[in-house]
């Protein structure tokens, strides 16, 4: 996401770095590029207005222009200013404190609202809580199979009647069925249209009243823009919402929408889809995507997928095989299974600062992933633990059960034995005039 925007701001940027002074028409062109940038981003162009004057003010100042490194001062203030365009700080979800909390889904047919409603459901239950999904989308057949089928995937209840047609009456219901069988959040999957109609808001009105949700979410496709932008602008109007979730982030290179869209209906945005499945949905941080969208990384976002990914007692573990030299092709195995696990390859990359950049034009290939663990796969327990009894019968035995080659088969086997040459230095020892070993290269580009 943002990866258009954030090139054409790098490269920007990249001018000033270095410089040791700064005029201010200098700053200007900086700002005109800056403005050209966002609005080829999709950014509303009244935010973009708005915040070319915050930053110019900020920028023409004597701190700025007499400072040593004028270049840096002002990527500094166009971050500050790109966390406040984007809402300030994070905001979560408001919990009721009397359960069951209650959150309204609402937006179009098509925005993703009820694979979103499950995925919040999944977030919500990997905290702890007590999650239940109700299929108040009544216009749609397909949409209560649809959220049934997720329910069952994420192990959520779904409440549902093929017979009832009003949704408030089931909405009402579904408040007693959560009480009664102890769920500490409700979140209603409401109907949607392809576009906003009297029909539409009567309907979500209705269930608004009878239910008194704690949240009202409206969830848009990030993808259609200002689009997104001005629908939710009007679904604020009409029956007011509390806060806003973007989908399909991963698939919006430009960010207008998600630049736009605080500043415009004054509603934070809360969360954000970034993949299809169901646990790619990422609280939004203003100051996190900030930081990506400038090229600074994302350690903090990185930290956390590790920690849902990788326990305590896993890291021990991988730490005493370290120590004890008994890191087999097994575990190796289990390691690349919990890095897929935390989302998309690239994704994860351009959360490291700095590497984002260095691999902006390199292609990933996540089916070597798959690749590896066929191979491994093939092996017996005993050839997993001690690789080095692959002869060259094994080998052709291990390629032939993989739908693999040979040199598939050696290339593996010449990095495990890399990494199990770095894991041994890691201990304490060095390599030549003390420097560490390079990482054997195990990625999948």
């Known amino acids: 996401m943002f990866d258009s925007l954030s090139e054409r701001l790098d490269g920007i940027f990249r001018k000033l770095r270095g410089r040791g002074y700064l005029k201010e028409e200098d700053i200007d062109t900086v700002l005109r590029e800056i403005r050209l940038s966002l609005l080829e981003a999709d950014v509303n162009f009244r935010v973009v207005k708005e915040f070319i004057a915050r930053i110019r003010e900020k920028a023409i100042g004597a701190e700025v222009l007499k400072s040593l490194t004028p270049g840096q001062q002002v990527v500094k203030i166009v971050h500050e200013e790109l966390i406040n365009l984007l809402g300030g700080t994070a905001e979560k979800i408001q919990l009721s404190p009397n359960p069951p909390t209650i959150i309204m889904m609402v937006g179009l047919h098509g925005s993703g609202k009820t694979t979103t409603s499950a995925k919040l459901a999944h977030h919500f239950k990997k905290q702890g809580r007590r999650p239940m999904l109700v299929a108040a989308d009544l216009q749609r057949p397909a949409a209560i199979d649809q959220l049934v089928t997720l329910g069952g995937q994420i192990d959520v209840p779904v409440f549902h009647s093929r017979e009832e047609k009003d949704p408030v009456t089931l909405s009402q219901a579904s408040i007693s069925e959560a009480k009664k069988t102890a769920m500490d959040i409700l979140i209603l999957d409401t109907a949607g249209r392809l576009h906003i109609d009297d029909e539409l808001m009567s309907q979500l009105s209705g269930i608004r009243d009878a239910v008194t949700p704690s949240e009202i979410l409206f969830v848009a496709d990030a993808m259609t823009g200002q689009d997104a932008v001005n629908i939710a602008r009007s679904f604020n109007e009409q029956i007011g919402i509390d806060g806003i979730i973007l989908t399909k982030m991963d698939g919006d290179a430009r960010g207008g929408a998600a630049l736009s869209v605080r500043h415009v209906t004054g509603k934070p ?48 573990r991988l730490q005493r095989k370290i120590i004890e030299e008994s890191f087999t092709l097994e575990d190796l195995k289990e390691q690349l299974k919990k890095i897929r696990s935390m989302g998309p390859l690239e994704n994860i990359l351009s959360m490291i600062p700095g590497l984002g950049k260095q691999l902006k034009n390199v292609q990933v290939d996540e089916k070597e992933f798959t690749k590896v663990e066929a191979i491994i796969n093939s092996m017996t327990p005993r050839e997993r633990r001690n690789p080095h009894i692959l002869n060259g019968s094994r080998k052709k035995r291990v390629a032939r059960g993989s739908g693999t080659s ?19 230095m890691l201990k304490g020892k060095k390599g030549k005039k003390g420097k560490m070993p390079r990482l054997p290269n195990i990625m999948p580009f």
Request: zero cysteines; proline letters at 3%; charged letters at 35%.
């Open 269 to 316: 945005i809360k969360f954000i889809g970034v993949g299809e499945k169901i646990e790619m949905l990422e609280p939004f941080h203003p100051d996190r995507i900030a930081s990506r969208i400038l090229g600074m990384g994302d350690v903090l976002s990185l930290i956390e997928k590790a920690q849902e990914t990788v326990t305590e007692e896993d890291a021990l």
């Open 406 to 424: 040979i040199t598939d088969v050696n290339r593996l086997l010449k990095q495990y034995k890399e990494m199990k040459r770095m894991m041994k």
